[in-house]
């Protein structure tokens, strides 16, 4: 299976300051169609996940533009330009590429 | 607007069996995969199963394998996951969620299993 590595695994941050997750993958996430699906979910405390990218870099509508994606290959990297009180939660990378379908560890964001 | 709503959780034995259900609205079911997907307490996320638009291919996780069994019925928009010899391991919240390509864009609430004696 291919494995996704999170780092950091915790992740306080000061509001209105940046934050950056990595995420790099045990194989190349580039599909036979040329698509790379690398996603990325923000799961809020007794939620369900909710997709915030897809394929690397595409925001979901309705997320804030201070969400980001980017990277290719194997690694990734999920930014947040200003941290706000309701980005408390944790986010997960996964690949869509490969079966099983895989995630990373989570990063919980929290406020310090 | 897309809705997933699964039923069917609750408490069983080692050993024994349950049968999920996921309800699919505002959407055309039929022309999607559709995948289960766990997350035990206090931890990550796992992907289990995904079958395809006319159950013609599935295929499992690893950890599920042999024990668990995914289907669909189209024509009632509902996506079922049959679990048997079930283990206190397999204690978890069960998603299901829709895939258009590599992804997952809509989630269920999800729906409690634990297992224990």
């Known amino acids: 299976d291919v494995v996704m590595t999170q780092s950091p695994l915790s992740l306080p941050v000061t509001l209105g300051q940046p934050a950056s997750i990595s995420c790099r993958s045990s194989?190349?996430?580039?599909?036979?169609?040329?698509?790379?699906?690398l996603n990325w979910f923000q799961q809020r405390p007794g939620q369900s996940p909710r997709r915030l990218i897809y394929?690397?870099?595409n925001r979901d509508f309705g997320v804030p533009d201070r969400f980001s994606g980017s990277g290719s290959g194997a690694d990734f990297t999920l930014k947040i330009s200003r941290v706000e009180a309701e980005d408390v939660a944790v986010y997960y990378c996964m690949q869509g590429t490969h079966w099983p379908w895989t995630f990373g560890q989570g990063t919980k964001v929290d406020i310090q | 607007q897309v809705q997933l709503v699964e039923s069917g959780g609750g408490v069983v034995q080692p050993g024994g069996s349950l049968r999920l259900s996921c309800a699919a609205s505002g959407f055309t079911f039929r022309s999607y995969l559709m995948h289960w997907v766990r997350q035990a307490p206090g931890k990550g996320l796992e992907s289990l199963a995904v079958i395809y638009f006319n159950e013609n291919e599935r295929y499992y996780a690893d950890s599920v394998k042999g024990r668990f069994s995914i289907s669909r019925d189209n024509a009632k928009d509902t996506l079922y996951l049959q679990m048997n010899n079930l283990e206190v391991e397999d204690t978890a919240v069960y998603y299901c969620a829709r895939d258009p390509g590599g992804t997952y864009d809509y989630w269920g609430q999800g729906t409690l299993v634990t297992v224990s004696s």
């Open positions: 194989h190349s996430l580039v599909f036979s169609d040329g698509n790379t699906y």
């Open positions: 394929k690397v870099s």
